[in-house]
Each structure stands twice: as C-alpha cells, then as structure tokens.
C-alpha cells in the first residue's frame, strides 16, 4: 500500500471526524488525493478548516455522508480509524466499501484495543479511559441507527 500511495493512489476515509488521520496521510504521501467522510456536519466543517490551514485543500477534502452512502468512486484505500465500532450498520458499511474500493483496492480497519468480555475490558486502561464518552455518544448514535447499533457489539 505504502508503494501505491506513494506513486499517487485515491484514499477515502469514513468516519472522518475531524480528519486528524486523513491529514497525516495527506502530509505523508502528497502525490495522493483523499477525501473523508462523516455524517456529523461540525466535524466535517473543522477537518474542512483544518485541510485549509495545513495548505492541503487542493488534494483533500471533506464531505458530509453516510459510511453506507457516499459516491462509489474506485478508491486504492478505504479506511476507518476508530470508526467501524461507531456505526449502526457495519455490514452494510462493509458492503459498500467493497462496492467502492478500485479492482485490488484495500480495506483498512484500525479499532482501539478492546477485549471480549467486560472484566478484560475493565483492566484495560485503554479502554477503561473513553468508556463514559462512547457509551453516552457514541453507542446512542448508532443505536439511532436502522439496525439499532449492530456496530456497538463490536465492543
Ligand atoms: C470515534 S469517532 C472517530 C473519528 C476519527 N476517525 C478519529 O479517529 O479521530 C467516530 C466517527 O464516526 C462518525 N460516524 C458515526 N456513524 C457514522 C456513519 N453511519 N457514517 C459515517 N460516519 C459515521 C462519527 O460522526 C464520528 O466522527
């Protein structure tokens, strides 16, 4: 992957929030274009800014769309850090993804470490620390969802 992003490849990345990852990849591979997407209109107005003042706006951009919704348009790579967790309806995100990823495209999942059961996930720091957040935000948000927060009981 690094070699085609390196030569010029289209990245999508959904559940974009405020683009902290997609600009870091923006920075590290300039012959690249990439576009972020999230259903949340502030996050996608910040990480709009954010391009802007990283000078970046000419290769990377910012739209407003569902993870099951956004334009098919042959990407190399789609990814999610710290997203997939969030939607109501990974499958059908997953699904999409494969529709819009190019002929030998990439899926990358990052998720932050979780464990299978609670007490693990309790002894987990990582865990223990955005558990408040997540349960009052991010679970509610997904469960608003068509299938009611499929993508919650992934954690
Ligand atoms: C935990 S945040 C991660 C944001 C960012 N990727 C990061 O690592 O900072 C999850 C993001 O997923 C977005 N999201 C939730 N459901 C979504 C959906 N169905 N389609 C697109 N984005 C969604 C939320 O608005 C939120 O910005």
């Not at 992957?1 to 591979?29: D, E, F, I, P, S």
């Not at 919704?69 to 997953?94: E, M, R």
């Not at 979780?114 to 955005?130: E, G, M, S, W």
């Not at 997904?142 to 009611?148: L, Q």
């Amino acid at each position: 992957m690094a070699a085609k992003l390196t030569a010029g490849a289209r990245v999508a990345n959904v559940g974009t929030g405020h683009g902290a990852a997609l600009l870091l990849l923006a920075q590290a591979y300039p012959a690249s274009r990439f576009v972020g997407y999230d259903t949340h209109p502030p996050s996608v107005e910040t990480a709009r800014k954010r391009a802007a003042e990283a000078g970046l706006a000419d290769r990377m951009r910012f739209e407003v769309a569902d993870a099951t919704g956004y334009p098919a348009d042959g990407y190399d790579l789609i990814c999610y850090f710290d997203a997939l967790h969030d939607l109501g309806d990974p499958v059908s995100a997953a699904a999409h993804a494969r529709h819009a990823l190019a002929s030998g495209g990439t899926l990358m999942l990052v998720e932050p470490l979780a464990f299978d059961d609670l007490a693990a996930n309790l002894a987990n720091n990582l865990f223990a620390a955005p558990r408040r957040p997540r349960s009052t935000w991010c679970w509610r948000r997904a469960h608003r969802t068509a299938i009611r927060g499929a993508g919650s009981g992934l954690r």
